[in-house]
Each structure stands twice: as structure tokens, then as C-alpha cells.
């Protein structure tokens, strides 16, 4: 392409400030394939040796990228450390105490950087780590897009106010995701991620004990677990599927069938209302909902990546270079 307009003149130089207009390149799944072709498999086995482990570790490091993504786009500010002259997002309420598997995104960084030094975002990390998770513990394989650079920045208010609390009704959850370009459909989709992982008891104390859409067996088992009054039981934890909590299928949407869903605002989505019929269609077709949730992560991926030369790579993804 280059050696076309190359005799040109002044098309070369047309372009080339055509495309330092552009705010935003576009990301893609080639982007290292020269410069750093062994990111992939440098990922894929610390994320396996990290769910060897621990199973829990893959529905931690799913929900690191969501927390990332929701927050001014996914570029690692969820990753930085506070300082005493630096706040980021990790005591945000939606994140203290709650966000887990920084050490393992750290182990990944390592890796990555003894292959290709300098090469590999953080924010291109959690992407690739948050699909290997999703692949090893049952769920569907997609190719991601990369090409994000990371922040010198991160936002507290942000992750205070863009990431949906528990608490949220259908109509709330609905307007936080469109307000990150994504529908009511992806919103839907993507909540399928809570077929793995923990919640702690302040998180899902009201609704086991206070609410009328629920079963009651399963309200009374989870209550067992979880004290009435807030204090030292805060953190207790329970799956949010009770059936099989390291296994990515779509159980999930059963659950909320039969009214067995552990976080209000997991209910929300099977209670009457408009979201209710692409619920029954997930728990028809696995398919349907896993084409959807690989739909839904790609367009979460998408949003409002730093490219080109904005933003870093960083050397450390718990602090600006
Ligand atoms: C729809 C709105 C959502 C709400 C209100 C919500 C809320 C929550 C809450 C309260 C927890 C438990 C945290 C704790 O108790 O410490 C949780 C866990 C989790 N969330 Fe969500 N979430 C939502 C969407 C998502 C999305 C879109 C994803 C990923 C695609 C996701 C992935 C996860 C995972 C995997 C866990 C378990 C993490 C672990 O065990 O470490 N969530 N979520
Ligand atoms: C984060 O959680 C810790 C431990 O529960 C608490 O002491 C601290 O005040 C919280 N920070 C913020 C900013 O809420
Ligand atoms: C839902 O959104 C409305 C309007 O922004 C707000 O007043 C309300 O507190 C929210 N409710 C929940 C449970 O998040
Ligand atoms: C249940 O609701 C009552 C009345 O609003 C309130 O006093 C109580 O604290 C709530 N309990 C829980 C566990 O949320």
C-alpha cells in the first residue's frame, strides 16, 4: 500500500495526517503477531496454572475485565495501585474488598515480559486472560481483539458510578451498560458470567431475607450462610450458581427460572419483565447464549481503548511507567 502512493507526493503526507486524526485506531486479533507471537501461549499457562489452583481464580479474573472495561474503557486503570498522591479504583465500593487475582495478572505480566519486553498492554492482558478463563472452565473459545495501550490514569468516581450495584432494578442495569454502548440483549448475555464465582453475604443479604421473588428452600439455605445483621458474616461467601460455580455454562439462566438467583439483580432479569423470554432462551439453547456472551465480550473489549500513541505500555501494571 505504502509503495503505491509512494511516488505521490503529497498523498503519502495526506494520509498520514488522516490517520493522526483519528482518535481512535481500531484494535484487532493480529495486532502482535509479529512483534510478540508468543503472547498467547506466555498467558494461556499462567491463567491455567492459576485456576489449577484455584478455581475461583478464572471467574475473579472475568470480572477484572469487566470492572476495567466499565471504567473510562478498557485500559488497565482498575491494575493501578493507590499512592499516597495517586487514587485509583481499587477501593472503590464496587472493588474493595471484592476484586480479587491482581497477583496472578501481575504473574501473567512477567511472563509476558520475558518473551516480548515492552510490548504487551495490561489491558490487552486482561482481555486475552479474561477468554482464557472463560475456555478452561467450560465456557466458549473467541478471538480477541487487541491493540489497547494502558492508562496513566484511573477514576474512583467512575468505578463508584458506572459499575451497577446488586441493588440495581432491571431498568438501572439497562441504562448503566447502554450507557457504555452496550444493549439490554449484551446486558443479559454478559450477566451469564455469574454462572462462575462467589459473592459475599452483604451483597446478597437482602435479597435472601427480605425479598418475595425468591424460593424459599434456597432463601433459607442462603440465610444459614449469611447473618441478618451486617458485621463479621459481611464477607461469608456463596456461589452464584448453585450448582456448579467452576463451570462455565448456562445453569445461570435455570437458575433465575426457578427463582434461585443469588443477587437481586441477578432476579431482575427472569421477574416479569421484558428480559424474561431471551432468559428462557439461554436455558433452551447453551448455544444461543454462549454466541451471545462472545458477542457481548467482544463489544465490551471494545470499549474506548487508548491506540496508536496514546496512553503506554507498562512496564509494571500496578503503576504508570
Ligand atoms: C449486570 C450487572 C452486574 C452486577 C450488578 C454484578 C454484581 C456482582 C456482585 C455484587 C458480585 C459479588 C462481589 C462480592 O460479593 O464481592 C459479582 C461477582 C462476579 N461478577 Fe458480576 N455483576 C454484574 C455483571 C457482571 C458481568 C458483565 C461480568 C462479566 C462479564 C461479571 C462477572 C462476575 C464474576 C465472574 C463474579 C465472581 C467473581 C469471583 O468469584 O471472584 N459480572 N458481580
Ligand atoms: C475499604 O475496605 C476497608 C476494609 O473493609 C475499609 O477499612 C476502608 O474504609 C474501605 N475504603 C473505602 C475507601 O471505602
Ligand atoms: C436507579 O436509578 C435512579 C435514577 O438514576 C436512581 O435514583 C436510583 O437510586 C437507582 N436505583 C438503584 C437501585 O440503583
Ligand atoms: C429488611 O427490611 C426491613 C424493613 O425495611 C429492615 O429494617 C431490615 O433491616 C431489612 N433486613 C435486611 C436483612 O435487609
Not at 469487566?66 to 488497565?76: E, K, N, R, S, Y
Request: charged fraction near 15%; charge should be neutral.
Amino acid at each position: 500500500m505504502a509503495a503505491r502512493c509512494s511516488g505521490g507526493g503529497i498523498a503519502p503526507v495526506l494520509l498520514l495526517l488522516a490517520l493522526a486524526g483519528t482518535s481512535s485506531a481500531q484494535l484487532s486479533t493480529g495486532f502482535y503477531s509479529s512483534s510478540c507471537p508468543g503472547v498467547s501461549s506466555a498467558v494461556k499457562s499462567v491463567v491455567q496454572s492459576a485456576i489449577d489452583k484455584e478455581k475461583r481464580m478464572g471467574a475473579s479474573i472475568v470480572r477484572l475485565f469487566f470492572h476495567d472495561c466499565f471504567v473510562q474503557g478498557c485500559d488497565a486503570s482498575l491494575l493501578l495501585d493507590d499512592t499516597p498522591s495517586f487514587q485509583g479504583e481499587k477501593m472503590a465500593t464496587p472493588n474493595n474488598g471484592s476484586v480479587r487475582g491482581f497477583e496472578v495478572i501481575d504473574a501473567i505480566k512477567s511472563a509476558v515480559e520475558k518473551v516480548c519486553p515492552g510490548v504487551v498492554s495490561c489491558a490487552d492482558i486482561l482481555a486475552i486472560a479474561a477468554r482464557d478463563s472463560v475456555v478452561i472452565l467450560g465456557g466458549p473459545n473467541w478471538n480477541v481483539k487487541v491493540g489497547r495501550r494502558d492508562s496513566t490514569t484511573a477514576s474512583f468516581s467512575g468505578a463508584n458510578n458506572n459499575i451497577p450495584p446488586p441493588t440495581s432494578g432491571l431498568a438501572n442495569l439497562t441504562s448503566l451498560f447502554a450507557a457504555q454502548g452496550l444493549s439490554q440483549k449484551d446486558m443479559v448475555a454478559l450477566s451469564g458470567a455469574h454462572t462462575i464465582g462467589l459473592a459475599r453475604c452483604t451483597n446478597f443479604r437482602a435479597h435472601v431475607y427480605n425479598e418475595t421473588n425468591i424460593d424459599g428452600a434456597f432463601a433459607r439455605t442462603r440465610q444459614s450462610g449469611c447473618p441478618s445483621t451486617s458485621g463479621t458474616g459481611d464477607n461469608n461467601l456463596a456461589p452464584l450458581d448453585l450448582q456448579t460455580p467452576t463451570v462455565f455454562e448456562n445453569n445461570y439462566y435455570r437458575n433465575l427460572v426457578s427463582k434461585k438467583g443469588l443477587l437481586h439483580s441477578d432476579q431482575e432479569l427472569f421477574n416479569g419483565g421484558a428480559t424474561d423470554a431471551q432468559v428462557q432462551s439461554y436455558v433452551s439453547s447453551q448455544s444461543a447464549f454462549f454466541a451471545d456472551f462472545v458477542t457481548g465480550m467482544i463489544k465490551m473489549g471494545d470499549i474506548t481503548p487508548l491506540t496508536g500513541s496514546n496512553g503506554e505500555i507498562r512496564k509494571n501494571c500496578r503503576r504508570m511507567n
